[in-house]
C-alpha cells in the first residue's frame, strides 16, 4: 500500500457508463501515450517503484502511482493494488526468518482502528486540510528523527504507528512512513519483512473493499495481472540492491522516501 503499496479507497476513480477491456488499451487514449507503449510505461514505473520498496520497505505507489495515473486512470487504485500485494507477498517470503511477529500484532491493531477513524473523519473533515497535515506531520517527524530521536518499536509505539498508517493510507494514500520510520534502526530484512507483512494484510483488506464497493472486478485483476511482470522484475532486482543498502543505507532511504513521501502529500494537494 502503493503503498506504502497502500491506496486510499476514497481516491478511487469513478466509473464511466462504458466499461472498455484491458485489451482496448492497445486503442486507448491516455496523457502519456495510448497503447502498448503506454502499458510498457506503467511495467517499468511498477518495476522502478519494486526495486525501492524491495530494497527499503516502501516506495512502490509513491512513485507508480502518479506516473499510472496519467496513463491511465483505470489502473489505480486496485490494479496497483494487485501488483503491490504480489510483491509484498514476495518480500515476506524473502524476509521470513527476520520478521517480527510479535510487533505486528500490535501494528495491525492499530492499522484497524485508523481505518475505521479515517471513514468517520472524512465525513466531518475537509481532505485537502487532512493532506496538508499528515504531509507536514511526516516532515517533522523525519526532521526529528534525523537530529536523533527514536521511536523504539515498542507496543504503545507499534500502535500508534499501526494506527496512523491506517489513517492516513486510507485518506491520502501514503500510510507507509509511521511504520517506517518506527522500524528506521533495525536491520534492512527485519524491516523490509516486517513492512511486507503488515502491506500484505492491508493491501488484501484494501482490495476486498473495494470489491465489495465494486471497484475490484475481473477487469481490474486482468489490469492488475497484466501490472505483474513489473513486480517480478522489481523484486527480482531488489535481490541484488537490498543487500547494498544493508550496508549501513536502509536508514537514509526510509528517511530519504519518508520525506518525499510528506512532500507529494502536500503538493497534491497545493498543485
Not at 27 to 50: K, Q
Not at 61 to 68: K, N, R, T
Not at 70 to 78: S, T, V, W
Not at 99 to 116: C, E, M, N, P
Amino acid at each position: 500500500m502503493f503503498t506504502e503499496p497502500e491506496i486510499g479507497i476514497e481516491r478511487m476513480i469513478p466509473k464511466t457508463e462504458s466499461r472498455s477491456t484491458p485489451l482496448a488499451l492497445i486503442s486507448a487514449t491516455s496523457s502519456i501515450h495510448p497503447g502498448i507503449l503506454g502499458m510498457v510505461i506503467a511495467v517499468l514505473a511498477v518495476a522502478t517503484g519494486a526495486v525501492i520498496q524491495g530494497s527499503v520497505g516502501l516506495g512502490l505507489g509513491l512513485l507508480a502511482a502518479p506516473i499510472l495515473a496519467l496513463i491511465d486512470p483505470r489502473l489505480i487504485p486496485g490494479p496497483l493494488l494487485f501488483a503491490a500485494l504480489g510483491l509484498t507477498i514476495l518480500v515476506s517470503r524473502r524476509e521470513w526468518p527476520a520478521i517480527d511477529f510479535s510487533g505486528l500484532k500490535w501494528a495491525l491493531i492499530g492499522r484497524v482502528a485508523g481505518t475505521l477513524l479515517a471513514g468517520v473523519t472524512l465525513m466531518i473533515v475537509p481532505k485537502r486540510d487532512l493532506a496538508m497535515i499528515f504531509g507536514a506531520l511526516i516532515l517533522a517527524a523525519v526532521a526529528l528523527t534525523a537530529s536523533g530521536m527514536s521511536w523504539p518499536p515498542t507496543a504503545r509505539n507499534l500502535i500508534l504507528a499501526g494506527f496512523l498508517s491506517g489513517l492516513m493510507g486510507t485518506l491520502v494514500s501514503i500510510g507507509g512512513p509511521p511504520m517506517a520510520l518506527v522500524y528506521q534502526r533495525a536491520s534492512g530484512p527485519r524491516l523490509r519483512g516486517t513492512l511486507s507483512s503488515f502491506f500484505v494484510i492491508g493491501a488484501t483488506l484494501s482490495l476486498i473493499m473495494l470489491g465489495l464497493v465494486g471497484r475490484f472486478g475481473m477487469e481490474e485483476l486482468i489490469w492488475g495481472s497484466m501490472l505483474l511482470p513489473g513486480t517480478l522484475l522489481g523484486f527480482a532486482i531488489s535481490n541484488r540492491t537490498a543487500p547494498l543498502l544493508d550496508r549501513g543505507y536502509t536508514r537514509p532511504a526510509v528517511l530519504i522516501i519518508s520525506a518525499l513521501a510528506g512532500v507529494m502529500v502536500i503538493l497534491r494537494e497545493v498543485l
